[in-house]
Protein backbone atom coordinates (compact mmCIF):
# COMPACT_ATOMS: atom_id res chain seq x y z
CA UNK A 1 0.00 0.00 0.00
CA UNK A 2 2.99 2.26 0.85
CA UNK A 3 4.58 1.98 -2.59
CA UNK A 4 1.67 1.79 -4.42
CA UNK A 5 0.19 5.51 -2.83
CA UNK A 6 3.94 6.67 -3.10
CA UNK A 7 4.14 5.83 -6.67
CA UNK A 8 1.08 7.07 -7.50
CA UNK A 9 2.03 10.78 -5.65
CA UNK A 10 5.51 10.38 -7.54
CA UNK A 11 3.57 10.71 -10.83
CA UNK A 12 1.63 13.29 -10.44
CA UNK A 13 4.02 15.52 -9.26
CA UNK A 14 6.34 14.55 -12.24
CA UNK A 15 3.47 14.62 -14.66
CA UNK A 16 3.04 18.56 -13.42
CA UNK A 17 6.75 19.27 -14.79
CA UNK A 18 5.27 18.62 -18.64
CA UNK A 19 1.04 18.18 -18.55
CA UNK A 20 0.91 21.63 -19.58
CA UNK A 21 3.07 22.51 -22.38
CA UNK A 22 0.30 21.22 -24.48
CA UNK A 23 -2.36 23.77 -23.00
CA UNK A 24 -0.44 26.30 -22.96
CA UNK A 25 -1.61 28.04 -25.71
CA UNK A 26 -5.29 27.21 -24.89
CA UNK A 27 -4.50 28.58 -21.55
CA UNK A 28 -2.96 32.07 -22.54
CA UNK A 29 -6.21 32.50 -25.19
CA UNK A 30 -8.34 32.39 -21.83
CA UNK A 31 -6.31 34.02 -19.57
CA UNK A 32 -4.06 36.55 -21.89
CA UNK A 33 -0.48 37.27 -20.47
CA UNK A 34 1.41 35.63 -23.43
CA UNK A 35 4.50 37.53 -22.18
CA UNK A 36 4.30 35.30 -19.22
CA UNK A 37 3.91 32.25 -20.69
CA UNK A 38 7.15 30.52 -19.81
CA UNK A 39 6.99 31.02 -16.36
CA UNK A 40 3.71 28.75 -16.15
CA UNK A 41 6.38 25.68 -16.80
CA UNK A 42 9.62 28.33 -14.93
CA UNK A 43 7.66 28.56 -11.98
CA UNK A 44 6.85 25.09 -11.50
CA UNK A 45 10.70 23.68 -12.17
CA UNK A 46 12.36 26.22 -10.20
CA UNK A 47 10.25 25.48 -6.88
CA UNK A 48 10.54 21.89 -6.69
CA UNK A 49 14.09 21.86 -7.76
CA UNK A 50 14.77 24.26 -4.59
CA UNK A 51 12.30 22.17 -2.48
CA UNK A 52 14.35 18.82 -2.92
CA UNK A 53 16.89 19.14 -0.73
CA UNK A 54 15.31 20.97 1.80
CA UNK A 55 12.74 18.41 2.17
CA UNK A 56 15.31 15.57 2.38
CA UNK A 57 16.91 17.30 5.09
CA UNK A 58 13.85 17.99 7.00
CA UNK A 59 12.82 14.39 6.05
CA UNK A 60 15.75 13.48 8.52
CA UNK A 61 15.33 15.88 11.02
CA UNK A 62 11.20 15.54 11.42
CA UNK A 63 10.17 12.36 10.11
CA UNK A 64 8.91 11.56 6.59
CA UNK A 65 5.49 10.44 7.57
CA UNK A 66 4.89 14.14 8.31
CA UNK A 67 6.46 15.78 5.67
CA UNK A 68 4.56 13.72 3.36
CA UNK A 69 1.71 15.22 4.71
CA UNK A 70 2.78 18.80 4.36
CA UNK A 71 4.40 18.23 0.27
CA UNK A 72 1.15 16.76 -0.23
CA UNK A 73 -1.06 19.44 0.99
CA UNK A 74 1.25 22.19 -0.57
CA UNK A 75 0.83 20.13 -4.07
CA UNK A 76 -3.17 19.60 -3.56
CA UNK A 77 -3.77 23.29 -2.57
CA UNK A 78 -2.00 24.87 -5.49
CA UNK A 79 -3.19 22.49 -8.06
CA UNK A 80 -6.62 23.81 -6.90
CA UNK A 81 -5.47 27.24 -6.70
CA UNK A 82 -4.30 26.88 -10.61
CA UNK A 83 -7.17 25.25 -11.24
CA UNK A 84 -9.65 28.28 -10.23
CA UNK A 85 -6.99 30.73 -11.86
CA UNK A 86 -8.45 33.76 -13.83
CA UNK A 87 -5.26 35.77 -14.95
CA UNK A 88 -1.62 34.30 -15.44
CA UNK A 89 -0.24 36.27 -12.56
CA UNK A 90 -2.15 34.05 -10.56
CA UNK A 91 -1.69 31.06 -12.15
CA UNK A 92 1.98 31.21 -12.09
CA UNK A 93 2.05 31.92 -8.13
CA UNK A 94 -0.07 29.17 -8.40
CA UNK A 95 2.54 26.79 -10.27
CA UNK A 96 4.86 27.90 -7.43
CA UNK A 97 2.78 26.55 -4.54
CA UNK A 98 2.38 23.65 -6.44
CA UNK A 99 5.81 23.07 -7.00
CA UNK A 100 6.83 23.66 -3.62
CA UNK A 101 4.98 20.48 -2.88
CA UNK A 102 6.18 18.54 -5.96
CA UNK A 103 9.20 18.91 -4.99
CA UNK A 104 8.85 17.15 -1.74
CA UNK A 105 7.38 14.17 -3.44
CA UNK A 106 9.84 13.72 -5.81
CA UNK A 107 12.41 13.24 -2.95
CA UNK A 108 10.45 11.62 0.31
CA UNK A 109 9.00 9.23 -2.28
CA UNK A 110 12.42 7.58 -3.08
CA UNK A 111 13.58 8.63 0.94
CA UNK A 112 10.22 6.42 2.39
CA UNK A 113 11.02 3.33 0.15
CA UNK A 114 14.39 3.12 1.97
CA UNK A 115 12.62 3.35 5.23
CA UNK A 116 10.44 0.37 4.29
CA UNK A 117 12.40 -1.88 1.56
CA UNK A 118 15.80 -4.11 2.45
CA UNK A 119 18.60 -2.27 0.27
CA UNK A 120 18.67 -5.40 -1.92
CA UNK A 121 15.07 -4.90 -2.67
CA UNK A 122 15.04 -1.43 -3.50
CA UNK A 123 16.14 -1.35 -7.05
CA UNK A 124 12.81 -3.47 -8.23
CA UNK A 125 10.91 -0.04 -6.36
CA UNK A 126 12.91 2.08 -7.72
CA UNK A 127 13.13 0.59 -11.16
CA UNK A 128 9.34 0.92 -11.12
CA UNK A 129 9.63 4.77 -9.88
CA UNK A 130 12.25 4.93 -12.85
CA UNK A 131 9.48 3.78 -14.84
CA UNK A 132 6.65 5.96 -13.79
CA UNK A 133 8.81 9.13 -13.56
CA UNK A 134 9.88 8.73 -17.46
CA UNK A 135 6.64 7.71 -18.30
CA UNK A 136 5.31 11.13 -17.10
CA UNK A 137 7.95 12.71 -19.22
CA UNK A 138 6.78 11.38 -22.33
CA UNK A 139 2.82 11.07 -21.65
CA UNK A 140 2.29 14.65 -19.97
CA UNK A 141 2.06 16.13 -22.96
CA UNK A 142 -0.63 13.96 -24.59
CA UNK A 143 -2.83 13.60 -21.07
CA UNK A 144 -2.70 17.51 -21.62
CA UNK A 145 -3.66 17.72 -24.71
CA UNK A 146 -6.38 15.43 -23.98
CA UNK A 147 -7.78 17.21 -21.22
CA UNK A 148 -8.53 20.25 -23.41
CA UNK A 149 -9.87 18.85 -25.86
CA UNK A 150 -11.84 16.39 -23.76
CA UNK A 151 -12.92 18.76 -21.06
CA UNK A 152 -11.17 22.07 -20.41
CA UNK A 153 -7.55 22.97 -19.36
CA UNK A 154 -8.29 23.49 -15.53
CA UNK A 155 -9.04 19.51 -15.41
CA UNK A 156 -5.41 19.34 -15.46
CA UNK A 157 -5.22 20.35 -11.93
CA UNK A 158 -8.31 19.16 -10.65
CA UNK A 159 -7.08 15.65 -11.79
CA UNK A 160 -4.61 15.66 -8.78
CA UNK A 161 -6.87 16.38 -6.50
CA UNK A 162 -9.01 12.98 -6.44
CA UNK A 163 -5.84 10.94 -7.27
CA UNK A 164 -3.59 12.85 -4.24
CA UNK A 165 -6.49 12.03 -1.53
CA UNK A 166 -6.86 8.92 -2.22
CA UNK A 167 -3.02 7.81 -2.69
CA UNK A 168 -2.36 10.09 0.18
CA UNK A 169 -4.78 8.22 2.49
CA UNK A 170 -3.56 4.30 1.28
CA UNK A 171 0.00 6.07 2.76
CA UNK A 172 -1.51 7.10 6.34
CA UNK A 173 -2.77 3.10 6.74
CA UNK A 174 0.17 1.87 5.28
CA UNK A 175 2.81 3.91 6.98
CA UNK A 176 3.41 4.09 10.46
CA UNK A 177 5.21 7.16 12.60
CA UNK A 178 8.35 6.18 15.08
CA UNK A 179 7.11 8.24 17.51
CA UNK A 180 10.57 9.30 17.94
CA UNK A 181 10.84 13.06 19.10
CA UNK A 182 14.24 15.07 18.79
CA UNK A 183 15.18 18.50 19.57
CA UNK A 184 17.19 19.68 15.97
CA UNK A 185 18.96 22.78 14.77
CA UNK A 186 17.33 24.01 11.03
CA UNK A 187 20.74 25.40 8.78
CA UNK A 188 18.33 28.29 7.46
CA UNK A 189 21.43 30.06 6.54
CA UNK A 190 22.70 27.26 4.92
CA UNK A 191 19.28 26.93 3.22
CA UNK A 192 18.64 30.28 1.89
CA UNK A 193 21.95 30.10 0.18
CA UNK A 194 21.26 26.93 -1.78
CA UNK A 195 17.78 28.33 -2.59
CA UNK A 196 19.80 31.30 -4.14
CA UNK A 197 21.94 28.97 -5.53
CA UNK A 198 19.76 26.71 -7.41
CA UNK A 199 16.94 29.39 -7.66
CA UNK A 200 19.31 31.67 -10.17
CA UNK A 201 20.67 28.90 -12.17
CA UNK A 202 17.46 27.30 -12.56
CA UNK A 203 16.35 30.79 -13.79
CA UNK A 204 19.37 31.31 -15.92
CA UNK A 205 19.02 27.82 -17.58
CA UNK A 206 15.01 27.77 -18.18
CA UNK A 207 15.08 31.63 -19.28
CA UNK A 208 18.67 31.85 -20.89
CA UNK A 209 18.62 32.23 -24.78
CA UNK A 210 14.74 32.70 -24.67
CA UNK A 211 13.25 35.23 -22.47
CA UNK A 212 16.63 36.82 -21.68
CA UNK A 213 20.04 37.23 -23.67
CA UNK A 214 22.72 35.19 -22.25
CA UNK A 215 25.26 38.28 -22.53
CA UNK A 216 22.30 40.38 -20.98
CA UNK A 217 22.94 42.66 -17.63
CA UNK A 218 19.87 40.10 -16.30
CA UNK A 219 21.73 36.96 -17.29
CA UNK A 220 24.93 37.74 -16.23
CA UNK A 221 23.66 38.84 -12.88
CA UNK A 222 22.10 35.64 -11.94
CA UNK A 223 25.47 33.99 -13.32
CA UNK A 224 27.26 35.86 -10.64
CA UNK A 225 24.14 35.35 -8.36
CA UNK A 226 24.46 31.55 -8.59
CA UNK A 227 28.60 31.52 -8.43
CA UNK A 228 28.29 33.77 -5.26
CA UNK A 229 25.53 31.95 -3.22
CA UNK A 230 27.35 28.63 -4.09
CA UNK A 231 30.72 30.32 -2.34
CA UNK A 232 28.92 31.44 0.71
CA UNK A 233 26.66 27.79 0.74
CA UNK A 234 29.87 25.83 1.12
CA UNK A 235 31.47 28.35 3.96
CA UNK A 236 27.98 28.38 5.49
CA UNK A 237 28.25 24.27 5.52
CA UNK A 238 31.74 24.12 7.09
CA UNK A 239 30.21 25.30 10.19
CA UNK A 240 26.93 24.31 10.26
CA UNK A 241 25.91 21.89 13.42
CA UNK A 242 23.36 19.97 11.17
CA UNK A 243 24.07 21.00 7.84
CA UNK A 244 21.42 20.98 4.81
CA UNK A 245 23.87 19.54 2.42
CA UNK A 246 26.78 17.78 4.43
CA UNK A 247 29.95 18.13 2.81
CA UNK A 248 30.61 14.91 4.08
CA UNK A 249 29.10 13.51 1.72
CA UNK A 250 31.09 14.63 -1.50
CA UNK A 251 33.90 12.24 0.60
CA UNK A 252 32.10 9.61 -0.22
CA UNK A 253 32.84 7.15 -3.76
CA UNK A 254 29.34 6.17 -4.11
CA UNK A 255 27.63 9.65 -3.76
CA UNK A 256 30.16 11.68 -5.76
CA UNK A 257 29.78 8.73 -8.93
CA UNK A 258 26.21 8.21 -8.75
CA UNK A 259 25.55 12.11 -8.52
CA UNK A 260 27.67 12.32 -11.85
CA UNK A 261 25.52 9.23 -13.44
CA UNK A 262 22.35 11.22 -11.86
CA UNK A 263 23.06 14.36 -13.97
CA UNK A 264 24.25 13.14 -17.02
CA UNK A 265 20.94 10.56 -17.38
CA UNK A 266 19.29 13.65 -16.49
CA UNK A 267 20.45 15.60 -19.45
CA UNK A 268 19.97 13.05 -21.87
CA UNK A 269 16.45 12.21 -20.89
CA UNK A 270 15.22 15.59 -20.79
CA UNK A 271 17.37 16.36 -24.36
CA UNK A 272 15.79 13.41 -26.10
CA UNK A 273 11.89 13.90 -24.78
CA UNK A 274 12.20 17.96 -25.46
CA UNK A 275 13.39 17.66 -29.45
CA UNK A 276 12.52 14.82 -30.80
CA UNK A 277 9.18 15.83 -30.95
CA UNK A 278 10.16 18.86 -33.03
CA UNK A 279 12.00 16.43 -35.29
CA UNK A 280 8.88 14.31 -35.56
CA UNK A 281 5.94 16.95 -35.76
CA UNK A 282 8.28 19.53 -38.03
CA UNK A 283 10.64 17.83 -40.09
CA UNK A 284 8.16 14.18 -40.40
CA UNK A 285 4.99 16.29 -40.65
CA UNK A 286 3.62 13.93 -37.40
CA UNK A 287 0.58 15.38 -35.45
CA UNK A 288 1.82 15.97 -31.54
CA UNK A 289 -0.65 13.44 -30.39
CA UNK A 290 0.73 10.46 -32.70
CA UNK A 291 4.34 12.04 -31.74
CA UNK A 292 4.00 11.46 -28.29
CA UNK A 293 2.75 7.91 -28.89
CA UNK A 294 5.55 7.18 -31.32
CA UNK A 295 8.32 8.48 -28.14
CA UNK A 296 6.83 5.02 -26.01
CA UNK A 297 9.43 2.44 -27.16
CA UNK A 298 12.02 4.91 -25.10
CA UNK A 299 9.47 4.37 -22.10
CA UNK A 300 9.18 0.81 -22.99
CA UNK A 301 13.28 1.02 -22.59
CA UNK A 302 13.25 2.37 -19.66
CA UNK A 303 10.66 0.14 -17.83
CA UNK A 304 12.42 -3.48 -19.34
CA UNK A 305 15.47 -2.41 -18.03
CA UNK A 306 15.19 -0.77 -14.96
CA UNK A 307 12.61 -3.83 -13.90
CA UNK A 308 15.38 -6.05 -15.25
CA UNK A 309 18.28 -4.04 -13.43
CA UNK A 310 15.92 -4.33 -9.90
CA UNK A 311 15.52 -7.56 -10.24
CA UNK A 312 19.21 -8.46 -10.67
CA UNK A 313 20.36 -6.57 -7.71
CA UNK A 314 17.75 -8.20 -5.79
CA UNK A 315 19.48 -11.70 -6.89
CA UNK A 316 22.73 -10.59 -6.65
CA UNK A 317 23.16 -7.97 -4.12
CA UNK A 318 25.73 -6.01 -6.46
CA UNK A 319 24.95 -3.26 -8.57
CA UNK A 320 27.95 -1.87 -10.46
CA UNK A 321 27.61 -3.56 -13.83
CA UNK A 322 24.53 -1.74 -14.36
CA UNK A 323 25.89 1.81 -14.84
CA UNK A 324 28.71 0.10 -17.21
CA UNK A 325 26.58 -1.35 -19.45
CA UNK A 326 23.45 0.93 -19.16
CA UNK A 327 26.34 4.13 -20.67
CA UNK A 328 27.34 1.72 -22.82
CA UNK A 329 23.74 1.14 -24.54
CA UNK A 330 23.33 5.64 -24.41
CA UNK A 331 26.30 5.89 -26.41
CA UNK A 332 25.08 3.21 -28.90
CA UNK A 333 21.18 4.78 -28.65
CA UNK A 334 22.45 8.38 -29.23
CA UNK A 335 24.82 7.35 -31.69
CA UNK A 336 22.00 6.21 -34.12
CA UNK A 337 19.54 8.84 -33.41
CA UNK A 338 22.83 11.20 -34.70
CA UNK A 339 21.92 9.47 -38.28
CA UNK A 340 18.34 10.15 -38.31
CA UNK A 341 16.65 12.22 -41.13
CA UNK A 342 13.57 12.64 -43.07
CA UNK A 343 13.02 9.52 -44.90
CA UNK A 344 14.20 7.56 -41.76
CA UNK A 345 11.39 5.02 -40.68
CA UNK A 346 9.25 4.58 -37.42
CA UNK A 347 10.62 1.15 -36.75
CA UNK A 348 14.34 2.10 -37.31
CA UNK A 349 13.41 5.64 -35.04
CA UNK A 350 11.84 3.65 -32.71
CA UNK A 351 14.41 0.71 -31.95
CA UNK A 352 16.93 4.22 -31.42
CA UNK A 353 15.05 5.30 -28.82
CA UNK A 354 14.53 1.82 -27.11
CA UNK A 355 18.22 1.41 -27.09
CA UNK A 356 18.32 4.54 -25.28
CA UNK A 357 15.83 4.43 -23.29
CA UNK A 358 16.86 0.65 -21.97
CA UNK A 359 20.63 2.23 -21.38
CA UNK A 360 18.41 4.88 -19.24
CA UNK A 361 16.93 2.00 -17.52
CA UNK A 362 19.96 0.19 -16.51
CA UNK A 363 21.14 3.86 -14.54
CA UNK A 364 18.08 4.98 -13.01
CA UNK A 365 17.52 2.31 -10.37
CA UNK A 366 21.34 1.91 -9.51
CA UNK A 367 21.92 5.32 -8.89
CA UNK A 368 19.57 5.72 -5.65
CA UNK A 369 19.55 2.38 -4.36
CA UNK A 370 23.85 2.91 -3.99
CA UNK A 371 23.85 5.52 -2.42
CA UNK A 372 20.69 4.95 0.17
CA UNK A 373 22.62 2.08 0.38
CA UNK A 374 26.23 3.29 1.30
CA UNK A 375 25.21 6.32 3.65
CA UNK A 376 24.40 6.47 7.12
CA UNK A 377 20.29 6.26 7.92
CA UNK A 378 20.38 9.66 9.50
CA UNK A 379 21.69 10.99 6.14
CA UNK A 380 19.14 9.01 3.64
CA UNK A 381 16.58 11.79 2.60
CA UNK A 382 19.34 14.28 2.68
CA UNK A 383 21.54 11.85 0.18
CA UNK A 384 18.31 10.87 -1.87
CA UNK A 385 17.19 14.64 -2.10
CA UNK A 386 20.50 15.31 -3.50
CA UNK A 387 20.25 12.91 -6.20
CA UNK A 388 17.39 14.19 -7.28
CA UNK A 389 18.69 17.66 -6.99
CA UNK A 390 21.41 16.63 -9.54
CA UNK A 391 19.08 14.55 -11.93
CA UNK A 392 16.94 17.95 -12.00
CA UNK A 393 19.92 20.17 -12.69
CA UNK A 394 21.24 17.75 -15.32
CA UNK A 395 17.87 18.22 -17.40
CA UNK A 396 17.59 21.70 -16.86
CA UNK A 397 21.45 22.72 -18.25
CA UNK A 398 20.69 20.58 -21.21
CA UNK A 399 17.70 21.86 -22.03
CA UNK A 400 19.06 25.37 -21.86
CA UNK A 401 21.92 24.30 -23.41
CA UNK A 402 20.88 22.22 -26.17
CA UNK A 403 17.97 24.33 -26.73
CA UNK A 404 20.91 27.58 -27.46
CA UNK A 405 22.57 25.31 -29.76
CA UNK A 406 19.55 23.95 -31.60
CA UNK A 407 18.42 27.29 -32.31
CA UNK A 408 21.73 28.98 -33.40
CA UNK A 409 22.46 26.18 -36.16
CA UNK A 410 18.55 26.04 -36.97
CA UNK A 411 19.60 29.64 -38.06
CA UNK A 412 22.62 29.61 -39.69
CA UNK A 413 21.19 26.93 -41.74
CA UNK A 414 18.06 28.62 -42.44
CA UNK A 415 19.82 31.72 -43.32
CA UNK A 416 18.05 34.90 -44.36
CA UNK A 417 14.59 32.64 -45.20
CA UNK A 418 14.58 32.79 -41.14
CA UNK A 419 12.38 35.80 -41.66
CA UNK A 420 9.96 33.77 -43.31
CA UNK A 421 8.80 31.77 -40.65
CA UNK A 422 8.34 35.38 -37.98
CA UNK A 423 10.33 33.53 -35.15
CA UNK A 424 7.50 30.64 -34.87
CA UNK A 425 8.29 26.97 -36.01
CA UNK A 426 5.22 24.76 -35.26
CA UNK A 427 2.79 22.39 -36.75
CA UNK A 428 0.15 25.37 -37.87
CA UNK A 429 3.32 27.33 -39.08
CA UNK A 430 4.32 24.90 -41.21
CA UNK A 431 1.15 24.11 -42.68
CA UNK A 432 0.98 28.25 -44.03
CA UNK A 433 4.29 27.92 -45.90
CA UNK A 434 5.09 26.88 -49.54
CA UNK A 435 6.52 23.53 -50.11
CA UNK A 436 9.67 24.89 -50.84
CA UNK A 437 10.04 26.22 -47.60
CA UNK A 438 8.68 23.53 -45.59
CA UNK A 439 11.53 20.95 -46.98
CA UNK A 440 14.02 23.96 -45.98
CA UNK A 441 12.82 24.03 -42.39
CA UNK A 442 12.72 19.87 -42.39
CA UNK A 443 16.40 19.91 -43.39
CA UNK A 444 17.20 22.06 -40.89
CA UNK A 445 15.36 20.93 -38.45
CA UNK A 446 17.16 17.64 -38.70
CA UNK A 447 20.47 19.32 -39.65
CA UNK A 448 20.34 21.24 -35.79
CA UNK A 449 19.12 18.04 -33.80
CA UNK A 450 22.05 16.11 -34.76
CA UNK A 451 25.26 17.25 -32.71
CA UNK A 452 22.47 16.81 -29.61
CA UNK A 453 22.65 13.73 -29.83
CA UNK A 454 26.69 13.65 -30.13
CA UNK A 455 26.66 15.83 -27.10
CA UNK A 456 24.50 13.43 -25.19
CA UNK A 457 26.64 9.97 -26.90
CA UNK A 458 30.13 11.78 -25.66
CA UNK A 459 28.36 12.78 -22.20
CA UNK A 460 27.59 8.96 -21.95
CA UNK A 461 30.92 7.86 -23.08
CA UNK A 462 32.80 10.18 -20.48
CA UNK A 463 29.71 8.47 -17.86
CA UNK A 464 31.55 5.49 -18.61
CA UNK A 465 34.68 6.81 -17.18
CA UNK A 466 32.86 7.46 -14.23
CA UNK A 467 31.13 4.67 -13.93
CA UNK A 468 34.43 2.34 -13.64
CA UNK A 469 35.56 4.20 -10.77
CA UNK A 470 31.90 3.47 -8.66
CA UNK A 471 33.15 1.41 -6.13
CA UNK A 472 30.59 -1.22 -4.65
CA UNK A 473 28.73 -2.01 -1.76
CA UNK A 474 27.33 -4.72 -1.43
CA UNK A 475 23.04 -4.81 -0.82
CA UNK A 476 22.28 -5.63 2.62
CA UNK A 477 19.02 -8.25 2.59
CA UNK A 478 17.06 -6.27 5.46
CA UNK A 479 16.86 -2.76 6.66
CA UNK A 480 19.97 -1.68 8.40
CA UNK A 481 19.29 0.86 10.49
CA UNK A 482 23.01 2.35 9.76
CA UNK A 483 24.76 4.91 11.64
CA UNK A 484 22.00 4.37 15.13
Same mark, same amino acid.
Given at each position: ?12 ? $? ?29 ? *? ?16 ? &? ?8 ? &? ?6 ? @? ?25 ? @? ?24 ? $? ?54 ? &? ?45 ? !????? !?????? $? ?53 ? /? ?17 ? /? ?36 ? /? ?26 ? %????? +? ?13 ? &??? =? ?5 ? =?? !? @???? *? ?6 ? @? ?6 ? %????? +?? =? ?20 ? /? ?7 ? %? +?????
Amino acid at each position: MVIGSVAVLLLLA $SLDQTIVSTALPTIVADLGGLDHLSWVVTAY *ILASTIAAPLYGKLGDLY &GRRRMVFFSV &GLFLLGST @LCGIAQSMEFLIAARALQGLGGGGLFV @LALSVIGDVIPPRDRGKIQGVFAGVF $SLSAVMGPLLGGWFVDAFSWHWIFFINLPLGALAVAGFAIGFSATGKRASHKIDWA &GAAALTLALGSLTLVTSLGGRSIEWASPSALGLIALCAASTAAFIAI !EQRAA !EPILPL $SLFTQNVFVFTSILGFITGAALFGAVTFLPLYLQIAKGITPTVSGLLLIPLTVGI /LIASTSAGQFMGRTGRYRV /LPMFGMGLIVAGALLLTQIARDTGMVGFGLSIAVLGLG /LGCIFPVVTTAVQNAVPRAQLGTATAAG %VMFRQ +VGGSLAVAVFGAMFA &GRM =ADVLGDR =AA !E @LGGE *IGPQIMAT @LTPELQDT %VATAI +VT =AIHPIFWIVAAMALVGLGFAQL /LREVPLESR %V +VPKGE
